[in-house]
DNA sequence: GCCTTAGACTGACTTCGATCAGTCCACCCT
DNA sequence: AGGGTGGACTGATCGAAGTCAGTCTAAGGC
């Protein structure tokens, strides 16, 4: 229990006591597995419960009227899956596995009960929001101010320190099953143009992504020209001792 | 006390009791004053407090590394303002006022003990802040899949809604004091175009802005037309009794 | 072995919105 | 009255990214 991906991510904020571990642990109700490419929350839907993503890969997107798609985020391991939903009692978007997935179940009557319980642990919650709004904030000025490239370099590295930080990845790369299409839609850019920017990057030799596998050729000069800064990801460790 | 617009809008989330909104009004400390264009809230700056806005119109905003400015939302009476940065301890924006504004500062212990307090204050805040996290995700999807016509659609009316919530508009049209140059920054467009699809708008009848005012010619032609769905902003009463 | 499908990849052409380079007007100053 | 400034507004030109219409390969079905 103490090493799975959420209190991983959880403890890079909060120190969390013995006592709020196992109140963790109490919020890990059902375990559920579900195959890749099936819906799991559905635009519209109300009074769903939140998953807390234990493997898999997983994103949330929008379906706009016209039929366009815009992928909000990925999730992967540690990650809440749906939170927002159930806080505004309605799903404002869709969440997809893109890989086959496992997660567990979290009811909101016992989020209540655990934040009754230590209030320190729904300061760790709000973090957790935080951050995840803080990502969405940072796409938004992704595709508001960034050319396609940059773009594109600047979510290979973002994608890059989350993986870092449950262990999934490191400086210099990591596995990755999405596609060019799903990038296509996360980036807002057409599938045809993820693939000549991919193209790009690896004739300058900054990052390569091939079979399924990211490889940083040059993490520095990726960086530099994505202009990343990690600060909104990870800040060395517990803020709230 | 009890007609604050934070107040007001918390409680279309829960039904606030007397406790509570005492505990809500020990929050409030120190009232403050802040001009037009001077930023109270400054990107990497760190550890300052969160504030409620009283009255006044403000803005957060991002500068990346090559000086382009990315708006990542407007402020209005009873939004918070950097409470984001003060969970992240670090501020990874900006909130610069539009208009002078007044402000009352809230201390992130004060936070802690209230949630202590009241745990369903805890999840009207992180309600909250998951309503902003929603809107920030429609800019994105704004962003990444409108058409710049159909991004300024949505805008004025997601503006004109918010505004309604706290009585500060209704369905045929408000008060607004955003220059074009503002609307672009936000929208991730360029004054110039952002003129002339203002233009548009107004030549095919459906919403004109001038003088500071924005007008609805043609309410339900402009929703129509932007794909416009309140559900993420209201949700009509209160979700927990 | 053949057919289908999903995904990577490419060239040719088009378009949306940026950029440049202004004008015009209202509202300060002094 | 003249000068300065901020914001709204416009036409001309340009370029980044989209769209269209494909090819190629690998994997899976039967």
Redesign the interface.
Known sequence: MKNTPLVRKLGTFVALSDVELSVIETLHKRRRTFVAGRDLVHQGQSDQAAYILASGWACSY?I???G???I?DFQIPGDFLG??SV????S??SIEPITDIEVSEVMVGD???A??KT??L??A???A??????M??????D????TAIERMAHFLLELGSRLALVGMGNKSGYQCPLTQYLMADA??LSAVHVNRVLRQLREEGMVSFRDGLVVFENYNKLVDFA?FDE??LD?GGP?LA
Do not use: N, T
Not at 87 to 90: F, S
Not at 129 to 134: C, F
Not at 143 to 146: A, H, T
């Open positions: 929008k706009l009227p016209d366009e798609r815009q909000i939170l927002r806080l505004l009692h309605m404002d978007h989020l209540l009960d934040f009754g209030p320190r729904a300061m919650v709000l973090w929001a935080s951050r995840d709004e803080a969405v904030v940072e796409h938004l000025v595709i508001g101010r960034r980036l807002g202009g600060a909104y800040h803020l």
